[in-house]
């Protein structure tokens, strides 16, 4: 199983409202919440850190769940996210962002 | 157990985040005038365009983080004239880095190529610009800038080559009242969204004058009752329903609750239309305002029963009524009068702020002075 790299698109505006994550695309302004769960995988997603780690150090030290399942609907999720251009994913790290404001979170 | 859970776009997840954000207590919007500067004199303008003191890019720059910090999603850039900023493209880069979604609203003759370029490149989700007219006569006679119309369209036509989502504002008022075709039209050939607005409000330092520029009510009533503007207009115009105990308990609109508005000079209200000093973020930090303002906590304390008139209005659930226009009318609990009468064109059905005033009238004054002669 190659890793697999996860980094959130440039074209989206999100905050965090009452532990879930709102998304909004600019490409379409399609409007999207994430659960959670969901939005702990969102908020991991910095390009350089691989799929199976973000699901193991953060999803199943935060819920009750076992890895394989959890990486199993992580990439179902991440695969939807990324058809609408929402998150980019590539089976190498992303180059290193300039310097930015953080995201609130 | 499913681990991401997804819910896509639409109006129905927009209305249960918003009433999330309610629930607890989230500026989501944030309307920002980052200058009141501006490269046009329109007639109905209610703003004062000299520069009294507005922040500088570091002060901006701290309030967008202190936006973000407090969950505010949707951002308005505003003005005057945003572009009349040299540093504009630099706050908006910023603000874009803060994940915000941004929404600009511009009279757009300062837009080229190279600009539209660059909010395409940004992801700006919105730039809406105001027209007046489709014809330049009308147009610049309003703006009080020659050439304005044709720089404004020339500027839509290059947002849209980059694909950018475009809204065009149209003000309605006496002088451009039979032009609403005309700019529907425009739209369309644009292809961009078209909104119309009737509303003209006294400017900020309560001069009322400008308030003769509105549409005349008989007029009111034809825009009311056009399909083309309002859609289905026998559902428009219908007779409002008995309210409920639930429209009672309501607030009248997201002023202070979800929306808070950020003058040049940093002065917090509760809408761009509600002018309570609430705050100045130069002073204080933007989350203290919103949670801690005295005034702000009164508006959020209102509800729909408490309204001293409209409480009793057989309109009070499907009013426009604007408590930041009722603030400048005398008491923020009080009618507007102006959507008083919206609601009368729209209906036919008389509010009771009218019928009051209308018993009144017929009382005549109490005490007659009678002048002696000799």
């Not at chain 2, 004058?209 to 005349?216: A, T």
């Not at chain 2, 209102?302 to 603030?327: E, F």
Request: hydrophobic share 40%.
């Amino acid at each position: 199983m190659s890793a697999k790299y996860i980094a959130k698109s440039a074209g989206i505006a999100s905050r965090l409202l009452g532990g879930e994550m709102m998304i909004m695309s600019a490409v379409d302004s399609t409007f999207f919440t994430l659960n959670p769960v969901a939005t702990v995988i969102w908020q991991a997603a910095d390009g350089r850190t691989p799929l199976a780690e973000i699901v193991s150090q953060r999803v199943c030290a935060e819920f009750e769940i076992d890895f394989d399942t959890a990486h199993r609907d992580a990439e179902d999720f991440v695969e939807e996210l990324s058809s609408h251009g929402i998150l980019l994913v590539s089976e190498r790290p992303f180059p290193e962002p300039s310097a930015s404001p953080t995201e609130a979170a | 157990m499913s681990l991401g859970q997804m819910s896509e776009g639409q109006v129905g997840l927009m209305q249960e985040m918003s009433q999330r954000a309610l629930d607890l207590g989230v500026p989501m919007s944030v309307h920002f005038d980052i200058t009141y500067r501006c490269n046009e004199r329109c007639v109905h303008c209610y703003l004062d365009h000299d520069d009294h003191g507005e922040m500088t890019t570091a002060e901006i720059k701290r309030v967008l983080d202190e936006l973000a910090d407090a969950g505010t999603l949707f951002l308005t850039f505003s003005g005057g004239e945003v572009l009349m900023r040299r540093d504009f493209f630099e706050l908006l880069e910023y603000a874009r880095q803060l994940m915000f979604a941004v929404r600009i609203k511009t009279n757009a003759v300062m837009i080229g190529k190279a600009e539209a370029r660059r909010m395409l490149e940004l992801g700006i989700d919105q730039v809406q610009v105001s027209i007046y007219s489709h014809r330049r006569e009308v147009h610049d006679a309003i703006t009080k800038l020659s050439g304005s119309l044709r720089r404004s369209v020339e500027a839509i036509r290059s947002l849209r080559a980059q694909g950018l989502r475009v809204t065009i504002a149209n003000v309605l008022m006496a002088a451009n009242m039979r032009d609403h075709a005309g700019v529907q039209a425009l739209a369309r050939e644009l292809g961009v969204q078209y909104t119309l607005d009737p509303t003209i409000t006294p400017k900020m330092d309560g001069d009322t004058s400008i308030l003769n520029l509105r549409i005349p009510g008989v007029e009111l009533s034809g825009v009311f009752h056009n399909e083309n503007l309002v859609g289905n207009v026998e559902e428009f115009c219908a007779p409002p329903p008995a309210p409920g105990e639930d429209v009672m308990e309501g607030y009248p609109c997201s002023a202070g609750h979800t929306l808070a508005y950020i003058s040049p000079y940093g002065d917090v209200f509760p809408c761009v239309q509600f002018p309570l000093p609430s705050g100045n973020v130069r002073r204080q930090k933007f989350l203290d305002i919103w949670n801690h303002s005295a005034e702000l906590n009164e508006v959020r304390s209102i509800r729909a029963k408490d309204l001293t008139v409209c409480s009793s209005c057989s309109h009070v659930g499907t009013c426009t009524r604007c408590p930041g226009l009722a603030y400048m009318e005398g008491s923020m609990r009080g009618p507007s009068t102006a959507d008083c009468e919206k609601s009368f064109h729209r209906t036919g059905i008389r509010s009771a702020n009218t019928l009051r005033r209308e018993q009144s009238a017929s009382f005549g004054p109490l005490i007659h002075i009678q002048p002696l002669r000799p």
